[in-house]
């Protein structure tokens, strides 16, 4: 038979206790209650509970010493209890038998605390409710002895989480979330049992949560830490409060790399705090809670740093509770042009500024080959290079309360200033990546400029599209059909009457040049090009790589490029340290080389005869275009971010490139390598074929017509 000890530290409210003691014994458990409350003159209505047995606990330290009198007069109210309690021998009887150990109110947790840890008392509850579940759970269980768990120390609990949040200090809270505490199963249940619990002023609610979910944290219990704080806003009626708790929450799980379980709630009640302040005007603290709404649903551990995100799965369901949002569906409607672009001179060349802010990987052949051009004038702008600049071009806090307030700003004053006499100048403005100087340059008119922007891959995955206005863009200038699906699916304003044009070109690559004779033993040598994100997923190469040299240790991987930086997220710092222990022994037995960074990637490529893209996700995968030039056979993952859909991997690559798993990798290697002649043909087919493609001769034409059409 089960038996429940309960202990009080306050005279319970009778009428409910004696209804649940009922509950207990139905169940077929035996109740006990000892209490620091004067028991004697409650006599008749402790009869009427039906209690199994009850023991008066010492109501006072009047014969304990005076040092343990002075501890208990600057102690919180359940020290005081443990300190009058803990020498009773009754006490003590029971708790060693009992199976459940039940604090009825916040005085009496400490002791039920103490008593679970000496005892080791799995099952040690704060309150009715969660002691019913228990008895509920060993019944099934079939237990009829005592449940024995490990429970670590504890200092100072609950109801004195009042008291402990106003008047003492914060060391001593510290102590009673402590690791050891929190590591505990039934240590961290109490404590989110404490911060939820009723009657809690919201302010101490709040200290209090944070108290735990730090304890937590140290425990190592970060989703716990999590919760804590969740459950805690749950119970708060202020809506700004609540969603701090709820940001708070989110970022304990960001920053260990851990997808978010309130996510929504917390995304959610950024977007009411912004709406609220958008209906009253107060556009400067709306764009605040907007801006921190994008950034958690856009967080790069959810989209960037793992090898899956929510956007894979379901686009358009991710983004739609952000497009319900009054904040967000004024910041994406459409401003449009107040005249049309004007057409390209015929009696001069054309004026054409090509900017970025700080990445110009993909731009040299672009500048190379419009610097020289007969009928073209460029101006190269990287904005990161002027301090003015850069700081309008990344200022999305500055977009976001523009755009809410529908007319002018300080910004737009700024970004008017500072960027008029390029517009001025330019026939056509070539903007490189889809992110903060696209945003920026769309809160102003264009004039009579042509605004073309070129969205790669990476910027799906951040706020940034839907802080920019399309209305304002006259051409959007895709990679792949992949990417251009997934972008329009999640950006409502592209799918309206004021979208702008959109193209298909391939990124500007001299591939001639990676046309070189590879060696014969290049043939069993696999190559990866580019491994300093996660989104490359180079363990998938090293699952290849095992699964051929099971046939012929030949074989070997050769990684081309820097490392992860695994500063950049938890979830990063994790998947490079799993990445280099299943590297090392590759790397010590020579079956793995490590090239690092190269300015020479076609000398590189000279050794590889296989070329890999192993990547989750990928715009256009430049690395495996260059490699199939050079002559090293291609296989190419069937990214998952884009598998199945309509257009992807499958869709981009000739038939036979593509694989969908590492097996199939494995056997497309082994068969195209089984011979030097089988191996050099597929090279040979893979080159012409990148040559034709995408080689740059091919795809600059494609640019001509796009800046200069028919001209």
């Known amino acids: 038979m089960t038996r429940v000890l309960f202990i009080a530290s306050a005279k319970p409210q009778f009428g409910v206790f004696a209804d649940s003691v009922r509950k207990f014994r139905a169940q077929g458990a035996q109740t006990f209650l000892a209490g620091t409350f004067h028991m004697e003159s409650n006599a008749e209505a402790l009869a009427a509970t039906e209690l199994d047995g009850t023991h008066q606990l010492p109501r006072s330290l009047t014969f304990r010493s005076a ?3 002075r501890k208990a007069s600057r102690s919180p109210l359940g020290m005081r209890v443990w300190l009058q309690s803990k020498g009773d021998g009754w006490l003590r009887q029971e708790a060693r038998r009992a199976d459940i150990l039940v604090a009825l109110d ?21 309150g009715i409710a969660p002691a019913l579940k228990a008895v509920g759970r060993l019944k099934g269980k079939g ?13 100072v609990v609950k109801r004195d989480v009042k008291r402990s949040v106003d008047g003492l200090p914060a060391a001593v809270m510290r102590r009673a979330t402590a690791r050891p505490v929190m590591r505990s199963a039934v240590g961290a249940r109490m404590w989110r049992t404490a911060v939820t619990a009723p009657g809690v002023p919201a302010k101490v609610r709040i200290a209090t949560s944070r108290y735990v979910a730090e304890g937590m944290q140290w425990a190592g219990r970060t989703s716990g830490a999590a919760l804590a704080l969740a459950a805690a806003a749950a119970k708060i009626p202020d809506q ?40 009253v005007g107060d556009h400067a603290k709306a764009a605040a809670a907007l801006d921190r709404a994008l950034f958690l649903a856009f967080h790069r551990v959810l989209h960037i740093d793992q090898l899956s995100s929510p956007l894979a799965k379901n686009a358009e ?56 051009h007969p009928d073209v004038e460029l101006r190269f702008l990287d904005l990161a290079t002027q301090k003015a600049l850069k700081r309008i071009a990344w200022a999305g806090r500055l977009v976001l309360q523009d755009r809410l307030s529908g007319g002018t700003s300080d910004y737009q004053e700024e970004v008017e200033r500072l960027m008029r006499p390029y517009l001025d100048w330019a026939d056509t403005v070539f903007v490189d990546w889809a992110v903060g100087p696209a945003a920026m340059l ?37 990679v792949a059909p992949h990417v251009r699906d997934l972008v329009e699916s999640l950006v409502p304003q592209l799918r309206g009457d004021q979208a702008p044009r959109t193209h298909l070109l391939d990124n500007a690559m001299d591939l001639s040049g990676f046309v ?15 491994i300093s994100q996660v989104a490359k997923d180079p363990m998938w190469a090293v699952d290849v790589l095992n699964r051929v040299r099971q046939h012929d240790e030949r074989y070997r991987l050769l990684l081309v490029g820097g490392d992860m930086n695994a500063k950049t997220s938890r979830a990063t710092h994790d998947y490079l340290r799993q990445f280099r222990r299943e590297l090392k022994p590759l790397v010590e037995s020579g079956a793995v080389l490590k090239l690092g960074p190269t300015d020479d990637v076609p000398s590189a490529l000279t050794d590889i005869g296989v ?18 030039a050079s002559g090293a056979v291609p296989v190419s993952r069937d990214w998952p971010f884009y598998a199945g859909k309509p257009n992807s991997a499958r869709t981009l690559y000739p038939e036979g490139w593509v694989v969908g798993s590492a097996e199939e990798a494995a056997q497309r290697i082994l068969k195209a390598t089984a011979t030097e002649e089988s191996w050099r043909e597929a090279g040979k087919l893979a080159s012409e074929h990148a040559l034709s493609a995408w080689d740059w001769p091919v795809v600059a034409k494609q640019f001509d017509e796009l800046f200069l059409g028919e001209r």
């Open 442 to 478: 769309t809160t102003i008119d264009p004039g009579t400029a042509r605004i073309v922007v070129r969205l790669h891959s990476y910027e799906a995955f951040t706020r940034w599209p839907h802080m920019t206005d399309f209305s304002r863009i006259d051409d959007l200038v895709y």
């Open 240 to 279: 700004e409060l609540k969603a701090q708790l709820l940001d708070e929450a989110v970022m304990k799980e960001l920053g260990r790399g851990i997808n978010p379980r309130d996510l929504g709630k917390a995304v959610s009640a950024q977007l009411t705090q912004a709406d609220a302040r958008f209906a």
């Open 143 to 155: 237990a009829t002895g005592v449940q024995r768990g490990v429970l670590p120390p504890l200092d």
């Open 317 to 372: 369901g991710f983004v739609a509770p952000l497009y319900r949002s009054a904040a967000v569906q004024a910041l994406s409607r459409p401003q449009g042009r107040k005249s049309a672009a004007a057409a390209a001179p015929t009696d001069r060349p054309l004026r054409l500024l090509v900017t970025t802010s700080a990445n110009a990987n993909f731009l040299s052949n672009i500048l190379d080959r419009y610097r020289d």
């Open 106 to 126: 916040p005085g009496a947790v400490y002791t039920v605390w103490r008593l679970a840890q000496h005892y080791r008392i799995e099952e040690a509850h704060f």
């Open 611 to 628: 070329i890999l893209s192993s990547s989750v996700r990928e715009g256009c995968h430049v690395g495996l275009m260059e490699g199939a």
């Open 516 to 530: 070189r004779p590879k060696p014969a033993d290049a043939r069993f040598n696999l190559g990866l090009v580019g």
């Open 67 to 69: 040092a343990v009198r």
